[in-house]
């Protein structure tokens, strides 16, 4: 992702490759409040997929490394899946 302004979309892809390759919905977010997180147009979309949002607390760096770790560890297990297939 070159910006942040491409997360919202980006999201989406992400959103649909892991619901299809686990067959499970996703169902809890956790980041950050950076503002990509906290769009009016990210939340209603959330809302609507029934995804629940959670934010790690204020001035806590060391709870966007928890964050940061499972994003990733999800990003390369989804990678490698599309790879296989």
Do not use: W, Y
């Not at 959103?15 to 950076?34: A, D, H, I, P, S």
């Not at 790690?56 to 770790?69: C, D, K, L």
């Amino acid at each position: 992702m070159g910006h942040k302004s491409e997360f919202f979309s980006k999201f989406i892809i992400f959103k649909k490759c892991v619901e299809m390759f686990t067959k499970l919905k996703v169902q809890v977010l956790r980041t950050n409040r950076g503002g990509e997180f906290t769009s009016h147009e990210f939340n209603i979309f959330c809302e609507k997929h029934r995804i629940k949002m959670q934010f790690t607390t204020t001035n806590s760096p060391h709870q966007n490394g928890v964050a940061q770790r499972n994003n990733m560890m999800i990003l390369d297990r989804a990678r490698c899946i599309a790879l296989t297939n």
